[in-house]
């Protein structure tokens, strides 16, 4: 297994630990927020997804998937298409309201697909051409896919989490 075929592994397991935590929710499940300073379920999905498809289509010189596609429209979101959820705040958090969860899987479907065709174009080698030298030390390629599948792993774990709370609360 090269380190690509790791990626591909780990950006599938995020995927299906996100794909698992929506399943079933209802509106109120999704929406539900512990205090009014948490984040939602579905703020949790959408934002881990914005991440993804803003960071992978930068690294592969395309569009994002949100604009390009569509699925901002779909959204209907009160927020700047640009906005990826970094420095919301409570009632910024509190806008992203999903009635659905087909709707957070299936722009996570997308950008997983994207993600994965984005993936099969690298070689090993190109896991190390430094992509942002405004950091220290500089950020490659590989430090910032695996940044990205950080990022959704953990969202996807606070998802789970939540969503069981919901799902025994209601």
């Given amino acids: 297994m090269d380190a690509i075929d790791v990626l591909a592994d780990a950006f599938g397991r995020a995927r299906s630990d996100l794909t ?7 509106a109120e499940q999704l929406n539900w927020r512990p205090d ?4 939602h379920v579905a703020w949790l999905a959408w934002h881990l997804t914005r991440v993804q498809d803003d960071h992978v289509a930068e690294l592969a010189g395309t ?3 949100y604009t390009g596609d569509g699925w901002a429209r779909r959204f209907d979101l009160p ?11 409570s009632e910024q958090v509190a806008s992203v309201r999903v009635d659905d969860p087909a709707l957070l899987t299936g722009y996570h479907d997308a950008v997983y697909e994207r993600t994965i ?3 099969r174009t690298l070689a090993d080698t190109d896991l190390d051409e430094v992509i942002d030298d405004a950091w220290d030390p500089p950020v490659t390629r590989g430090v910032r896919l695996v940044s990205v ?14 969503a069981g709370l919901a799902r025994r609360r209601t």
């Fill in 63 to 65: 569009e994002q998937a």
């Fill in 149 to 162: 599948v950080d990022d959704d792993i953990q969202h996807a774990g606070q998802a789970a989490y939540l």
């Fill in 117 to 119: 065709a984005y993936l």
């Fill in 79 to 89: 927020l700047d298409d640009a906005s990826i959820g970094f420095g919301h705040t």
């Fill in 20 to 26: 698992r935590a929506l399943d079933g929710l209802t």
């Fill in 36 to 39: 009014a300073e948490a984040n």
